[in-house]
């Protein structure tokens, strides 16, 4: 009787500690998370490490947690290892896993990897639909990130019907309206203007009130590829309207501004508009992430070519595109093996060569190195540049053609 009370008392004793022992891991999981919130990363990254390391209940949420943190302070290949341990665990709580793939998701996409991301997505989606239970709004879907990667590699018409079919099954307002501003983005990327315009302009994306000047800045570039330059001034006039945003769409929306002001000769606010884009390109974007950095730095070179056009100070002017062909030409070609990037710099390549065609020395050189460039492009890039223009009029590729023929 003695040995089967001390059996009871054994079995309590444990089930108590084993409840302790949740306790003690959700609490410091918790813990970790107001950490967190509140700015002080060093104290949650040791209670998560700890956790991590006695390997027991809640070490792998805590990895998706330290992973988390690690992504966020740009640590890229420890994040990876983390939630690439998470996504190989044999853990039940699939949710936990697709927090792992959604953001190994994130960090490919982060890379340029986009390929990568692609396959990181479709595990994604095989693991959602075979659990059916699952709390949709624990994971978010990936179908703006799934579209975002296909258009990155040449893919635009499965980009767009991916985003167009997940408007039709969407029932939450707020992801209909990251999908609907998902889709004016790939129709900015790809020149349709008037297109992106009508998606940016929807009401539905009212409810990001978060994202609300940035969907502002993503209009004011698609009304510069429609002209439509008052509707520029009206959209910027509101006082520290271009402040406190992201830095990417913040740099379109100043040089949107900048391009207007340059079309209805204020050439002062124009040159402090470029300034400011000068000023984000150094002191917010790291030159690691090549594409980014080595854009932007090409569009606000470019304008400022075409504000030293309109002052008529030529030599500045021609100093400006050519920088912007002397950085596109030092930048390892395998850099760009996706077909937007790729293609999208030899835009800004073409365009230098056709001002530096039209004001400056050399011309017959710069039109057979404009003419080579022309002649690497496959249809498909050729296509793509065609449609596209950033405060140029007409096909680039129809006018460098032209002038051969001179």
């Given at each position: 009787?003695m040995?089967?009370?001390?059996l009871?008392?054994?079995?309590?004793?444990?089930?108590i500690?084993?409840?302790?022992?949740k306790?003690?891991?959700?609490?410091?999981l918790?813990?970790?998370?107001?950490?967190?919130?509140?700015?002080?990363?060093?104290?949650?990254?040791?209670?998560l490490?700890?956790?991590?390391?006695?390997?027991?209940?809640?070490?792998?949420?805590?990895?998706?947690?330290?992973?988390?943190l690690?992504?966020s302070?740009g640590?890229?290949?420890?994040a990876?290892?983390?939630?690439?341990?998470?996504?190989n665990?044999?853990?039940q709580?699939?949710n936990f896993?697709?927090?792992?793939?959604k953001n190994?998701?994130?960090?490919a996409?982060?890379e340029?990897?986009?390929?990568?991301?692609?396959e990181?997505i479709?595990k994604?989606?095989e693991?959602?639909?075979?659990?059916?239970?699952l709390?949709?709004?624990?994971v978010?879907?990936?179908?703006?990130?799934?579209?975002?990667?296909?258009l990155?590699?040449?893919?635009?018409k499965?980009?767009?019907?991916?985003?167009?079919?997940?408007?039709?099954?969407?029932?939450s307002?707020?992801?209909?309206?990251?999908?609907?501003?998902?889709l004016?983005?790939i129709?900015?990327e790809?020149g349709?203007?008037?297109?992106?315009?009508?998606?940016?302009?929807?009401?539905?994306l009212f409810?990001?009130?978060?994202?609300?000047r940035?969907i502002k800045?993503?209009l004011?570039?698609?009304?510069?590829?429609?002209?439509d330059?008052?509707k520029?001034?009206?959209?910027?006039?509101?006082?520290?309207?271009?402040?406190g945003?992201?830095k990417?769409?913040l740099?379109?929306?100043?040089?949107?501004?900048?391009?207007?002001?340059l079309?209805?000769?204020n050439?002062d606010?124009?040159?402090?508009?470029f300034?400011?884009?000068?000023?984000?390109?150094?002191?917010?974007?790291?030159?690691?992430?090549f594409?980014?950095?080595?854009?932007?730095s090409?569009?606000?070179?470019?304008?400022?070519?075409?504000?030293?056009i309109?002052?008529?100070?030529?030599?500045?002017?021609?100093?400006y595109?050519?920088?912007?062909?002397?950085?596109?030409?030092?930048?390892?070609?395998?850099?760009?093996?996706y077909?937007?990037?790729r293609?999208?710099?030899?835009?800004?390549?073409?365009?230098?060569?056709?001002?530096?065609?039209i004001?400056?020395?050399?011309?017959?050189?710069?039109i057979n190195?404009?003419?080579l460039?022309?002649?690497?492009?496959?249809?498909?890039?050729?296509?793509?540049?065609?449609?596209?223009?950033?405060?140029?009029?007409g096909?680039?590729?129809?006018?460098?053609?032209?002038?051969?023929?001179?």
């Amino acid at each position: 009787m003695m040995e089967f009370l001390i059996l009871i008392l054994i079995l309590i004793l444990g089930y108590i500690f084993i409840k302790e022992y949740k306790n003690f891991s959700k609490l410091n999981l918790e813990k970790s998370k107001k950490y967190l919130k509140s700015g002080k990363a060093d104290q949650a990254e040791k209670i998560l490490y700890f956790l991590i390391k006695r390997n027991k209940e809640g070490s792998v949420e805590a990895m998706n947690e330290l992973g988390k943190l690690y992504f966020s302070q740009g640590k890229n290949i420890e994040a990876r290892i983390l939630f690439e341990n998470v996504y190989n665990s044999k853990i039940q709580n699939s949710n936990f896993i697709l927090i792992a793939l959604k953001n190994l998701v994130l960090i490919a996409e982060s890379e340029g990897n986009y390929d990568l991301a692609i396959e990181y997505i479709l595990k994604f989606n095989e693991i959602k639909k075979k659990y059916i239970n699952l709390k949709s709004n624990k994971v978010d879907d990936l179908v703006v990130n799934f579209s975002r990667c296909f258009l990155k590699i040449g893919k635009s018409k499965k980009a767009i019907r991916l985003v167009e079919e997940n408007l039709k099954d969407n029932s939450s307002d707020v992801n209909k309206a990251k999908t609907i501003k998902q889709l004016g983005e790939i129709f900015l990327e790809l020149g349709r203007y008037k297109e992106a315009g009508d998606c940016f302009l929807k009401k539905e994306l009212f409810v990001l009130e978060d994202q609300k000047r940035e969907i502002k800045y993503f209009l004011m570039m698609s009304l510069v590829g429609l002209k439509d330059y008052d509707k520029i001034f009206k959209l910027s006039s509101e006082k520290g309207f271009f402040q406190g945003n992201k830095k990417e769409s913040l740099i379109l929306g100043l040089y949107a501004s900048a391009i207007a002001n340059l079309k209805k000769d204020n050439k002062d606010e124009a040159r402090k508009k470029f300034d400011k884009i000068f000023n984000i390109i150094i002191s917010s974007l790291n030159i690691n992430e090549f594409y980014k950095f080595y854009y932007y730095s090409c569009l606000l070179y470019y304008g400022l070519g075409k504000l030293e056009i309109k002052e008529k100070k030529y030599e500045e002017a021609e100093k400006y595109f050519q920088k912007t062909i002397e950085i596109l030409e030092v930048i390892p070609q395998n850099r760009y093996k996706y077909f937007t990037e790729r293609t999208n710099l030899n835009f800004f390549k073409l365009l230098s060569y056709y001002e530096l065609i039209i004001i400056g020395n050399d011309k017959e050189e710069k039109i057979n190195e404009a003419l080579l460039l022309i002649n690497s492009l496959t249809k498909k890039e050729k296509e793509y540049i065609e449609i596209k223009e950033i405060g140029n009029e007409g096909s680039i590729i129809k006018k460098i053609n032209s002038l051969k023929k001179r």
